[in-house]
């Protein structure tokens, strides 16, 4: 999975398309990620020992890596990500532009 956790993506598909945020966590294991203010639900608390106070709460749930694309803040729009090895190192790069993503 090219996506890590405080990437910024752009939402491709679904009732959040067009929307930016920074990726929270990734769920590997499922192709899934956690993105900040995208696919928000309604969740039905019971008050409880840890929350005094039920009720209804809006939380983030993950959506698949599919639907997301690595957003470039120096390009100003999305891009896709290849990888590239130097002195025995992989780095994520722009696959168009061949430029590194994490440092080099």
């Known amino acids: 999975m090219k996506i890590r956790a405080n990437d910024?993506?752009?939402v491709i598909t679904g009732k959040d398309?067009?929307?930016i945020g920074a990726v929270l966590r990734?769920?590997?294991e499922v192709n899934r990620v956690l993105v900040e203010g995208v696919n928000r639900v309604k969740r039905h608390i019971k008050p409880g020992t840890v929350?005094?106070?039920g009720g209804i709460v809006s939380i983030e749930r993950p959506i698949?890596?599919?639907n997301?694309?690595?957003?470039?803040?120096k390009a100003g729009k999305p891009v896709k990500l290849g990888t590239k090895i130097v002195d025995g190192k992989k780095y994520r790069v722009n696959a168009k532009t061949e430029e590194a993503i994490d440092g080099k």
Do not use: A, I, Q, R
């Open 26 to 28: 990734v769920f590997p």
């Open 51 to 53: 929350t005094k106070e």
């Open 8 to 10: 910024k993506v752009l």
């Open 17 to 19: 398309k067009g929307k």
């Open 64 to 66: 698949h890596v599919s």
């Open 68 to 73: 997301v694309m690595f957003y470039d803040e």
